[in-house]
């Protein structure tokens, strides 16, 4: 009997541990399987059928009618979110992958519970990864109001494999008449102008007008995935005109997830990067391109296209992803690409400006976990005028910016070197 005990017993182990080891190594997968795209370069960005495919093809049609504000760091961002808040007489509903403690932290949940005690329809989606750092007493907060609050793929025996799935999408829509999307978390870290190490440089958008409809519906999107629950109505979706005055901007809102088309934000950033004619510029947090998307970078490049790069320098959140960036970063150099690092504190825009023709905006990161992991969304602009503001704002912080030359690049040091080759070993994660 004990003979047989101990057996049972070794068997109970090796299939807990092979169990464990097979849903380590689901997390570690990089989602769905990759496909090559082969994309003919057919047109440019400034030919209808751009707008076409990007609006049928891709993603849900382009608007027209939307008036979109840029809001550049905490001091600009945060105010206007909160006012958007405070003012709901119907529904807020609120989407973000970092919500941390600190004052700011508090701030959001006192005017979220202030709504939900008022009888407004307050839903509060965190991702679980990303809230880990939240004080329990603004949950407790904000659920004895009655706030709707949900994690975003919180641990259970039936969905550990998706753990490293995580919604960093950045969404707050009020009334189903304005909305907000962009880089922004909520801690401390996004407060202020970005002026030290201490307050990061990032940029979020108002948005009013049709546009905001697709921007609530990728909200229910995940919504509905976590709880079950379809949202809709008058409070949600309201009849939304054209804005009269200023509401000249085409846009939509561009979203993926590894449960729904994890290639499609890949795709659209690889077909806007194809149209290219003059220009490509980039705000990105995190620049870990594929040999995919480098090619088609190298593409634009030997057409005469001008590719710049802002990129974090000194101050960055985490120095794995940035070996690895800069492991990627030779051929770009060597074939003419800018790639320029941000200096007074950690950069975590991300912007990408087409032609001064067509702007996307929001979550999306450069990199294998924003294309294939991660549930993400962005808010592409069809806007000469919006694109020219965006452009002195790229400009501006080009102006607090190091280039890098090639030169400098082959001239790194040994450790460096090292490290980008251990970093890219985890590139498929970054």
């Given amino acids: 009997m004990k003979k047989t005990g101990r057996t049972l017993r070794i068997v109970l182990l090796t299939f807990v541990a092979t169990a464990a080891l097979v849903l380590f190594a689901l997390n570690f997968t990089a989602g769905e399987k990759k496909v090559q795209h082969q994309i003919p370069r057919l047109y440019t960005s400034a030919s ?4 076409r495919a990007m609006g049928s093809l891709l993603g849900p049609g382009i608007l027209p009618g939307n008036e979109v504000k840029e809001l550049i760091n905490g001091d600009q961002i945060f105010p206007p979110m909160l006012a958007a808040i405070r003012s709901a007489q119907k529904s807020v509903t609120f989407e973000t992958y970092i919500y941390w403690s600190g004052d700011i932290g508090k701030q959001f949940a006192d005017a979220l519970a ?3 005690r008022a009888g407004v329809a307050v839903h509060v989606l965190l991702d679980w990864v990303g809230s880990a750092k939240m004080e329990e007493s603004y949950l407790a907060e904000m659920k004895e109001a009655g706030v709707l609050v949900e994690k975003f793929h919180k641990p259970h025996w039936y969905n550990l494999a998706r753990l490293n799935n995580r919604t960093h999408r950045k969404l707050l829509v009020v009334d189903g008449q304005v909305g907000f999307t962009g880089g922004v978390g909520i801690a401390p870290e996004w407060t202020g102008n970005g002026q030290d190490p201490d307050h990061w440089r990032d940029s979020h958008y108002q948005v009013r007008g049709p546009a905001v409809a697709q921007m609530q519906a990728t909200f229910l999107d995940n919504w509905l995935k976590v709880t079950g629950k379809v949202v ?4 949600y979706f ?5 804005i009269a005055s200023g509401g000249t901007q085409r846009a939509q809102m561009f979203s993926s997830s590894p449960s729904s088309g994890s290639e ?3 795709l659209m950033y690889h077909m806007a990067v194809t149209a290219a004619e003059r220009s490509l510029d980039l705000s990105v947090a995190y620049f870990v391109p594929d040999d995919l998307t480098r090619q088609l970078m190298l593409d634009a490049l030997k057409r005469g296209v001008r590719v710049r790069l802002i ?18 970063w030779g051929p770009l150099l060597e074939a003419g690409a800018e790639i320029y690092e941000y200096q007074p504190s950690m950069y975590h825009c991300k912007v990408m400006i087409v032609d ?4 996307s905006v929001g979550s999306t990161n450069f990199d294998n976990r924003s294309f294939r992991l991660n549930d993400e969304a962005n808010l592409n602009v069809y806007d000469a005028a919006f694109a020219e503001r965006q452009t002195r704002v790229f400009e501006e912080d080009l102006a607090k910016s190091r280039r890098v030359t090639y030169e400098e690049w082959l001239k790194r040091p040994l450790k460096e070197r090292l490290a980008e080759r251990l970093a890219a070993l985890l590139e498929s994660q970054l």
């Fill in 238 to 242: 309201p009849a939304i005109a054209p």
């Fill in 311 to 328: 990129t974090p320098g000194p101050h960055t959140d985490t120095e794995t992803v940035k070996a690895a960036s800069r492991a990627t």
């Fill in 232 to 235: 809709h109505g008058d409070a």
């Fill in 48 to 51: 209808p059928q751009f707008e």
């Fill in 356 to 359: 001064q023709r067509m702007v």
């Fill in 114 to 116: 202030e709504r939900a």
């Fill in 264 to 266: 499609s934000m890949q």
